[in-house]
């Protein structure tokens, strides 16, 4: 009691699966409240002096998974050998990616470029790890050659498209600043489900693919993305190949560690290996956006849930 406004006594829940749709009947006022905004409209309905935007970030990370563990990758034109196995080439895409250009172009603003894979209220977050590099083309050329690609090569870049704000846009773009280096990319969209069984069955060489923190703890980020495949029932969601039996050993002391400090310690020694073996490639954090009639202030989550006992009500 007190803890929230509980301003709400009636709701009328109206599923509009078109998002164009959706936002049709806020501006022709059939609906007070709309969510999952797409983000070319976010804009214009901020011009408009009738409604309400509140926009925060997103309890989910967008990043690029690569196949390092593979000897020889599925979807590429290289044979014999797994170009993504080496550091110098992952370093090359990471170089090659203008992550604020894909804010500014293909998210309209509505992203937080981010150089790690979790939003900065999960523990374990680093300011200096989320940092991200300028788009350096010469020294993603350089480094390419010194691997043996002086020419580049072909690459398969398999996105969702019914997924995550813009995925295959971002998926386009990535292909884009990749073949500025000259890694030819091919991106293939299809549905998250044929993502994630792909994912889940490892069959994937170079994927895009979002990730949230219900736990807002970075154990859970390794649990699944980072420890080795199918050891101890972690790893399910590693599709990379990557495995390194001390990383394993840190991830599992920190189910049972309770010394918050040595906690964090590990968790810090687990991320500085994730970063500098770059088998995965982060690129933002998804920004939430919600849009109401003026009277009514719905709170933004991070974890994109509505919290109707948190919305306020002004005057008609």
Not at 30 to 39: G, L, N
Not at 111 to 140: C, E, H, R
Request: charged share 25%; hydrophobic share 40%; aromatic share 8%.
């Amino acid at each position: 009691k007190g803890q929230a406004p509980l301003q709400i006594t009636e709701l009328i829940y109206l599923p509009i699966k078109s998002p164009a749709t959706r936002v049709a009947a806020l501006l022709s006022g059939e609906v007070d409240f709309a969510q999952d905004i797409p983000a070319q409209d976010v804009a214009r309905l901020k011009q408009d002096q009738r409604l309400r935007i509140n926009e925060g970030p997103e309890n989910r990370s967008i990043f690029l998974g690569l196949n390092v563990g593979g000897k020889e990758l599925k979807y590429s034109s290289v044979k014999g050998k797994n170009p993504l196995a080496d550091a110098r080439v992952r370093e090359a895409i990471h170089l090659a990616i203008d992550r604020d250009a894909i804010k500014r172009s293909v998210m309209r603003g509505l992203s937080i470029p981010s150089g790690m894979i979790a939003p900065s209220f999960v523990n374990g977050y680093s300011k200096a790890m989320a940092a991200y590099p300028k788009v350096d083309v010469a020294k993603a050329k350089k480094l390419l050659a010194d691997a043996g690609y002086p020419d580049g090569f072909d690459l398969t870049l398999h996105t969702s498209n019914d997924r995550y704000v813009n995925d295959e846009a971002i998926s386009t773009a990535i292909a884009g600043f990749l073949g500025r280096v000259g890694i030819k990319t091919s991106v293939v969209a299809r549905p998250i489900a044929q993502q994630s069984v792909a994912i889940n069955g490892a069959d994937i060489d170079f994927y895009l693919y979002g990730w949230g923190v219900p736990t807002y703890d970075s154990a859970y980020i390794f649990d699944f993305l980072v420890h080795t495949r199918g050891k101890d029932g972690r790893g399910p969601t590693n599709a990379t190949g990557f495995s390194n039996a001390a990383v394993d050993t840190d991830i599992v002391a920190l189910a049972s560690e309770a010394d918050k400090a040595k906690r964090d310690q590990t968790i810090a020694r687990i991320w500085d290996v994730v970063q500098k073996e770059r088998f995965y490639i982060p690129l933002h954090d998804q920004v939430i956006h919600f849009a109401s009639i003026k009277r009514i202030d719905v709170p933004v989550h991070p974890d994109n849930a509505v919290l109707f006992k948190d919305v306020k009500l002004g005057a008609k």
